[in-house]
């Protein structure tokens, strides 16, 4: 990997999680929710995301093939946050 021609002075690096202290997580869910659900309907046999690019003052965003720089109204919500748990991992009881 070939170092950037420039640097952004407070950039930290790519996005892992949502700076959870700074939005409403449950709107950001849903809304990326609805923008990875609206990209699979419009491409059913598209390129799998990463996860979405979500700015919940817009209420807009995008589906990311690979990990962004965001702007700083930008959150990004990774795959397995937007899929949610697999019921396989749950503990149930089947009585």
């Known amino acids: 990997m070939s170092?950037?021609?420039?640097?952004?002075?407070?950039?930290?690096g790519t996005p892992?999680?949502?700076?959870?202290?700074?939005?409403?997580?449950?709107a950001l869910i849903?809304?990326?929710?609805?923008?990875?659900?609206?990209?699979?309907?419009a491409t059913p046999s598209g390129l799998e995301p990463v996860g979405a690019v979500v700015d919940l003052q817009h209420g807009e965003g995008r589906v990311a093939f690979?990990?962004?720089v965001l702007l700083?109204?930008?959150e990004?919500?990774?795959?397995?946050?937007i899929r949610g748990?697999?019921?396989r991992?749950?503990?149930?009881?089947?009585?």
């Open 66 to 68: 690979d990990l962004p």
């Open 89 to 95: 991992g749950r503990n149930r009881c089947k009585g």
């Open 30 to 41: 849903a809304l990326a929710r609805t923008i990875y659900f609206n990209y699979l309907s």
């Open 16 to 26: 892992t999680s949502p700076r959870w202290d700074r939005v409403d997580s449950r």
């Open 72 to 74: 700083p109204e930008e």
């Open 76 to 81: 990004f919500v990774g795959i397995e946050l």
């Open 3 to 12: 170092s950037p021609s420039f640097e952004i002075r407070g950039a930290v």
């Open 85 to 87: 748990r697999s019921p």
